[in-house]
């Protein structure tokens, strides 16, 4: 195993839609840009940029369902991935016109969950659109529902013609975030973009949740994902040697020590943030809020 590698990590959700879309593939996915050569299972980057000796735990109340379209779990750079790295209760679901999966009707009808679509209010009847996330009590003795995020991993073009061709997701409410929200976060991210990845509205909507621990280290395994990705895609070594101290004194376990480490270090910071992976993505990527 190369210098650098971790054990990959157990496939999650959207790694499992992978490998069954590329079962069904009758022709090999070549992904345009991001590094050449094989990739490593469990981060879908080259051996010598895993980044799988990092991988954050964390526990959240909130659980992400990703309705992804037909290629998105392919791309390279497809933050869903991350969001499923981290939260737990992530489940992926390929998106079609014409059918859906029995086990996403399931999960949307199942108890312990309170659905939320997350969508632009300016696209829906009002009384559908929530500004917060607040869940009912599933019954009289039940215990308080856990928030499920709804995200539409597409293009925009592509999300809003999920959106309106899912007639499962008509009864649910539909979280609309706020432009002070969005504002707030882009200031304290340094977004240069209109638009949030995946990856970034899911960290979002924990936020919301009170999931403030998952919130930060979905933010903070974005950033490690992108300084990997871009280095890896222009041939050049992860910076320095603090990663490989980071892997050894056990970010593994604890997410904490991951956000602290971005904190501690401004310009790795910088240079891990978003201006790559996310700058090209946000262009063509999902508007989801
Ligand atoms: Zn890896």
């Known amino acids: 195993m190369p210098e650098g590698a971790g ?3 157990p496939p999650h959700a959207v790694s499992k839609l992978k490998a069954a879309r590329l079962a069904r593939s009758t022709k090999p996915f070549l ?5 050449k ?3 490593c299972p469990g981060c879908r980057l080259v051996p010598s940029h895993c980044l799988c000796a990092l991988h954050p735990q964390t526990p959240a109340r909130a659980g992400v369902c990703l309705l992804m379209a037909d290629i998105e779990p392919l791309k390279p750079s497809n933050t869903g991935w991350l969001v499923a790295d981290v939260v737990a209760d992530t489940f992926a679901f390929g998106w079609a016109r014409t059918a859906v999966d ?3 009707l399931a999960l949307l009808a199942d108890p312990q969950w309170q659905p939320f679509v997350v969508f632009p209010g300016e696209f829906v009847a009002p009384e559908r659109v929530v500004h917060a996330v607040e869940v009912s009590a599933g019954g009289a003795k039940a215990l308080p529902r856990r928030p499920l995020f709804i995200l539409l991993d597409a293009t925009w073009p592509e999300a809003r013609k999920m959106f309106r061709k899912s007639p499962y997701l008509d009864a649910l409410p539909v979280l609309s975030l706020q432009p002070e929200q969005l504002s707030r976060y882009r200031l304290r991210r340094s977004a ?3 638009h949030f990845c995946t990856a970034e509205v899911a960290a979002l909507c924990l936020a919301l949740a009170g999931d403030d621990q998952a ?3 979905l933010e903070a395994w974005l950033d490690v994902f992108t300084h990997h990705y871009l280095q890896a895609k222009h041939q050049l070594p992860v910076d320095g040697h603090g990663w490989g101290q980071l892997a050894l004194a056990g970010a593994v376990q604890d ?3 991951l956000i602290q480490f971005l904190n501690q270090s401004s310009t790795r910071r910088r240079s891990a943030g978003s201006t790559g992976v996310l ?4 262009r063509q990527s999902n508007r989801l809020i």
């Open 192 to 194: 240069r973009t209109d």
């Open 31 to 35: 992904a345009r840009g991001g590094p």
């Open 102 to 104: 029995p086990a996403l």
């Open 279 to 282: 700058t090209k993505r946000s």
């Open 215 to 217: 919130s930060a280290v």
């Open 37 to 39: 050569g094989d990739r």
């Open 7 to 9: 054990v990959p990590a």
């Open 255 to 257: 997410g904490a020590e």
